[in-house]
Each structure stands twice: as C-alpha cells, then as structure tokens.
C-alpha cells in the first residue's frame, strides 16, 4: 500500500456519459469542465471506462493520446486495471467497480471522486464518492461546483481475482510492446 496523503487528489473517469453525449460525440463543454476541474487540483486522472475491459494497451495508448491533445499531461493519466472479477456474493459488481476498489486500496488517505453516469447505486453501496453525470449529456457547467474530492480511509475488502486475458488480447499486448522496442 502507498502512502499518499501528499500525492495529487484521483480522478476517475468514465467516457461514455461523461464526456461524451448521448450521440458518444465528446462534447466542448465536457471536456472545459473537465481541463479545469484537473487544473485547479492538479488531479490524477485515471480511465474506468468498458472500453479498457479488452485489456489492450492500443486501447489505452489512443485514451492517452486523445486527452492529451486536450492538454491533460500524459504522466497524469492512468487506467484502472478492468481485470478483475467478484467472488461469491459479490459477483455482480462489474469489473469497473472492482477496480477502482483495487486502486484505491493502493492510495489509502488519497483525495478522489469518482466521475460516472451509471452504478449510483453501487457506488453508495460501496460508501465510494461519485459524482452522477446526466447520461444523455455528461459533464455540464453547472456540474462544476458540485464536484468534489473526498478522502479514501477506509480499504474496501471485497473477494476478486484477476480474469485471464484472452489469447487475442495476449497476443495484441506482446505485438505492442515489440512495435514499441522497435520504434522507439
């Protein structure tokens, strides 16, 4: 477990109703409330989005890349590890939740909210901070000062494991980390 009472507050951030409408365009609006929300507290923004769950680098290389060229720095972007599943009772909570749980479990006493249009009711469940987008519009302005960062204390002991990748995603992981060697 990492101490990080002094680290930059998280961030985590769904795409898909959050950034983008209910056409999936990412929206001018969103994506302002967005940059200032992660500029004025030197947040850390990390991606829950489904569209991680193929366990594909290419996948996070292009989220990366795409909130770059909207000024977010590339050091201040992660991504949740979208592996996982639940164990016995808790087999319906969805590989997002299990992995926001696993990486705040690694920054017990860090600052962080959570941005998402779906599982309010998993999330307080859970006691996890979120803040519920509008799904047919994500982030809006007046959804600004709303948002806040609360502290995680308390670690969240739920039985998960790790799915294992499928071959395809395997092999289109070791393509990449080759393409990467020899281009680099």
């Given at each position: 477990?990492?101490?990080?009472?002094?680290?930059?507050?998280?961030?985590?951030?769904?795409?898909?109703?959050?950034?983008?409408?209910?056409?999936?365009?990412?929206?001018?609006?969103?994506?302002?409330?967005?940059?200032?929300?992660?500029?004025?507290?030197?947040?850390?923004?990390?991606?829950?989005?489904?569209?991680?769950?193929?366990?594909?680098?290419?996948?996070?290389?292009r989220l990366r890349q795409f909130?770059?060229?909207?000024?977010?720095?590339?050091?201040?972007?992660?991504?949740?590890?979208?592996?996982?599943?639940?164990?016995?009772?808790?087999?319906?909570?969805?590989?997002?939740?299990?992995?926001?749980?696993?990486?705040?479990?690694?920054?017990?006493?860090?600052?962080?909210?959570?941005?998402?249009?779906?599982?309010?009711?998993?999330?307080?469940?859970?006691?996890?901070?979120?803040?519920?987008?509008?799904?047919?519009?994500?982030?809006?302005?007046?959804?600004?000062?709303?948002?806040?960062?609360?502290?995680?204390?308390?670690?969240?002991?739920?039985?998960?494991?790790?799915?294992?990748?499928?071959?395809?995603?395997?092999?289109?992981?070791?393509?990449?980390?080759?393409?990467?060697?020899?281009?680099?």
């Amino acid at each position: 477990m990492k101490n990080s009472v002094h680290e930059a507050p998280i961030l985590f951030l769904d795409f898909d109703g959050v950034i983008n409408d209910n056409e999936e365009q990412v929206t001018e609006e969103a994506i302002e409330v967005l940059y200032r929300l992660y500029s004025s507290s030197k947040a850390k923004i990390v991606v829950i989005s489904n569209w991680l769950e193929d366990g594909c680098l290419a996948i996070q290389k292009r989220l990366r890349q795409f909130l770059s060229e909207f000024g977010f720095s590339e050091e201040a972007i992660d991504f949740i590890d979208p592996n996982f599943i639940g164990e016995e009772d808790y087999s319906i909570l969805p590989p997002r939740i299990l992995g926001i749980i696993h990486y705040m479990n690694e920054h017990i006493g860090q600052e962080y909210v959570i941005l998402d249009d779906q599982y309010q009711k998993m999330y307080q469940m859970l006691h996890l901070h979120h803040y519920q987008t509008r799904q047919a519009q994500g982030l809006r302005y007046l959804d600004e000062e709303k948002i806040t960062f609360q502290p995680y204390s308390v670690p969240i002991s739920i039985p998960y494991r790790h799915r294992p990748l499928t071959e395809r995603e395997n092999l289109t992981n070791r393509l990449i980390k080759v393409l990467k060697k020899d281009f680099s």
